[in-house]
């Protein structure tokens, strides 16, 4: 079972968010009910292709028999820098691999 949790925020997909005071900002510190940080830009296309990347490598592994996208947050679609991909365009790329990892679509 493999669960994944990126940001929609720019610096996602190298796993450090930058801090302009040096170091990085915790992909927490993007997730609601956290105050909004304005040096870190929000970057949906970003986090649609770490989940595309991240799912046609887990589609290849047999292994791998299940995937959870952690931060879901279901109440409403936040189109914001959080990990909930609700109403974002990695939902979409959600929508597109689920019948592939189940096998039905090749």
Known sequence: MIGIWYPSADGAESGCLSNPAGGCFSFDSMARPQSDIPEVAIDLGEQADIYSAVLAAINSRNWITGFVSRGYYPPVMLQDK?????????????????????????
Do not use: D, H, M, N
């Open 82 to 106: 959080s990990a909930s991909v609700r109403g974002k365009p990695a939902q979409e790329v959600l929508k597109y691999w689920f019948p592939r990892l189940l096998g039905v679509i090749q």
